[in-house]
Every structure is written in structure tokens, then in C-alpha cells.
């Protein structure tokens, strides 16, 4: 903010080219406007409602698909959303459309949150079988910490198939303090990229923990 001397001006107020002049506690004083955004071309709208969609579109399918896991990591939620309102409220940003023309987008597996909450995250680790494609799960035993890292909390893992059409499974992997390892073999229709996250319910409640991503090993 720039301030005028009154030897050189006259009082001045209102708009010339782009700045602004007015007074203040008898002072004259100037700003420089903001430039005004141009509003977008009718081809950049269409283009811009065309990502939105194919932003949603996937994000969607994506979250169908991960219902079951949903349905158990967010069990607090705001009054009349489903799991999969709450998913898709989450998740919208981890898909980016990197071709519109061809439709192609990037989906950042790492972000995507299946759960939420404010217990404790176990500790989880998962490998995978060469040659049956089984996936090998050890919990690390945890103390009972009170409330928000409870013994006997439940320790899930979902398990996402990002292939042509996306598929996902629930799978308990025991308690928290009793520290279990759990193998699983999927399906053949599980024939896309796996990824993996793990989480924590309450024993008694709605209580969760935030669900993390576990890499393959």
C-alpha cells in the first residue's frame, strides 16, 4: 500500500487505471487492484467438467470396490453418510488426470484412507509368496495402553486389486496384543497391482485408527 503526499495531490479517491485512492485518517492513500481472473473459454469449461468427471468416475469405482473395508474402518460417521459417502469425501484427491483425450489418470495408492479414528495404528507387516502370490501378515504385539490402544483391539488388513475392474478384501488378522501372523490367498479374480493397508477397531465401540499403507516386502 503505497501513501500519497498531499503537497504534490488534491484529495483523491476512486479507481484510476489499477490503482485505488482513498483516504484514511486523513491520509491519502493508494492500492494497487488486484487483476481480475478471466473467466474461462466455453472450451476450457468443458474441458475442466470433463476432468472433474473422469476424476469422480474413478474415484468411484475405486470405492465400490472398497465397501467392505469401508464399512469396517469408519464406522463413526457424520449422520446419514454411507461408507462409501465417507470414502469418496477423503479420497477424491489421490486421482489425477494425466490425459484427458485418452482418459488416462494416475491414483496415488499410498494416500488412499480406508479407515479413520484416533486409536493408536498397530504395527503391521505383510510379505508375499513367490510363486502363489499368498500374502503373509505379522502383527507386532502391543501393551495395553488404555483406551486408545487397547490389547484387545482388532487388527484388520484390506486388500486392494487395482485391475481392470477393482476388487478388494476384509480380513481380521487377530488382536493387538496377542501379536499373530495370518496367511491369506486370494482369489483368481484379485489379477491386478495389490496394495495394502491395516488398521485398528475397538474391541467394544466405534473407535478406530487411521488406516496406513503397508508395502509389499
Not at 53 to 80: E, H, N, Y
Not at 136 to 141: D, Q
Request: contains cysteine.
Amino acid at each position: 500500500m503505497g501513501k500519497v503526499k498531499m503537497a504534490s495531490f488534491e484529495e483523491m479517491e476512486g479507481h484510476v487505471g489499477n490503482m485505488t485512492y482513498f483516504i484514511r485518517g486523513g491520509v491519502q492513500m493508494n492500492r494497487k487492484a488486484n487483476s481480475l481472473m478471466t473467466p474461462p473459454t466455453e472450451e476450457e469449461a468443458i474441458k475442466n467438467q470433463k476432468m472433474v468427471q473422469l476424476t469422480f468416475k474413478t474415484t468411484g469405482m475405486i470405492g465400490r470396490a472398497m465397501v467392505p473395508v469401508a464399512s469396517c474402518g469408519f464406522k463413526d460417521r457424520p449422520k446419514g453418510w454411507t461408507p462409501f459417502n465417507k470414502f469418496m469425501d477423503l479420497n477424491y484427491s489421490v486421482v489425477t488426470v494425466t490425459d484427458l483425450e485418452t482418459e488416462t489418470v494416475s491414483v496415488d495408492f499410498e494416500s488412499i484412507c480406508c479407515a479413520e479414528g484416533i486409536l493408536v495404528p498397530p504395527i503391521v507387516s505383510v510379505t508375499q509368496e513367490e510363486g502363489s502370490g499368498a500374502l503373509n501378515f505379522t502383527v507386532t504385539a502391543q501393551k495395553d495402553e488404555g483406551m486408545y490402544c487397547g490389547a484387545k483391539d482388532k487388527v484388520y488388513a484390506g486388500i486392494l486389486s487395482a485391475g481392470k475392474i477393482y476388487r478388494s478384501k476384509l480380513v481380521e488378522l487377530g488382536t493387538r496384543g496377542a501379536g499373530e501372523s495370518v496367511s491369506v490367498t486370494l482369489p483368481d479374480f484379485f489379477d491386478g497391482e495389490l496394495h495394502v493397508y491395516a488398521f485398528a477397531r475397538a474391541a467394544k465401540g466405534k473407535m478406530a485408527s487411521t488406516s496406513m499403507y503397508l508395502p509389499l516386502e
